[in-house]
């Protein structure tokens, strides 16, 4: 938000008694034109000044407001792991909290824990589910609790068996409905299935979007629909290493296994990494 200095300007008055003979009304009647005309010009001065004081405070904070984004982590493209930064002395111990097929019953909720421990995540959004008012309400709600939204496509099809055409529309159109509601276009996408293609890279390139698919999740799993067999796996599991990505789900399960998700992971050392931090190529491009 702008912010503009607020300058106030205070002009001060001058009274003038009258004298009884012309000569001397004459002179005071001099007298009072110089000091007014100097009382203008001294006016008109400060006006100046206060007013290119105004517009340097405005320039200086549009600059500041300017400055790209610094960013310390990036998507490793083989393992899908987070990782500092070549020369970024960011803290490699992190794990990214990540929500797919969003939102449909409990992302908000699931958004409201995350808020009530400080843990921020990526919600990677269906446009299927922005279409109806309810869900355009509900990803307002997450947006302006500062969550990161991810594109997932539009109906979670599987794109390998759709042509070129189709898996356009999925992801542009996803991508159209998050930035009309939002008014900020996906940075990351995330394959159904975690199933890219040729084209889906393309496109997801062309749209600056990082690929993101992860390096562990059990929560469509049978055994873990439940919330303490969830939250033991994701935390227990031998694949928790550090930029650790975590694949989870808008579920009931997942939604009550989520704070003990973040206990678990910051008891073992682990940060919980701000998606802002990490790099995509529409972060690169602004940067330039």
């Not at 005071?28 to 007014?36: D, G, K, V």
Request: a negative charge.
């Amino acid at each position: 938000m702008k912010k503009r200095a607020l300058l106030l300007m205070c002009c001060g008055g001058m009274l003038f008694a009258g004298c009884q003979n012309d000569d001397t009304d004459n002179a005071s009647e001099n007298e009072m034109s110089e000091q007014q005309e100097t009382s203008e010009e001294v006016s008109e001065e400060s006006s100046v000044g206060e007013a290119t004081e105004e517009t340097e405070s405005v320039e200086e904070t549009d600059s500041d407001e300017a400055e790209p984004m610094e960013y310390e982590y990036g998507v490793n493209e083989n393992t899908y792991a987070i990782q500092p930064l070549e020369n970024s002395d960011a803290d490699p111990q992190v794990a990214l909290l990540t929500y797919d097929d969003a939102p449909d019953g409990y992302a908000v909720e699931i958004a409201e824990i995350l808020a009530q421990h400080d843990a921020p995540a990526v919600f990677f959004v269906n446009g299927m589910y922005l279409e109806a008012e309810a869900g355009r309400e509900a990803l307002t709600t997450i947006h302006e609790m500062g969550f990161e939204i991810g594109n997932h496509t539009q109906t979670h099809a599987s794109l390998p068996d759709l042509t070129p055409e189709a898996q356009r529309t999925e992801i542009v159109e996803t991508s159209d409905l998050v930035e009309e509601i939002t008014g900020e276009r996906p940075r990351f996408f995330r394959a159904p299935f975690g199933q890219n293609t040729e084209i889906s890279r393309e496109i997801a390139t062309e749209q600056g979007m990082e690929l993101m698919n992860w390096t562990y999740g059990y929560d469509w799993e049978a055994e873990y629909q439940e919330a303490g067999a969830l939250a033991n796996i994701m935390v227990e599991t031998e694949y928790l290493n550090a930029g650790a990505n975590l694949l989870m789900h808008d579920r009931e399960w997942t939604r009550d296994a989520s704070a003990d998700i973040i206990q678990g992971l910051r008891e073992k050392g682990y940060s919980i990494v701000d998606p802002a931090k990490i790099s995509s190529p529409d972060r690169e491009a602004a940067s330039e």
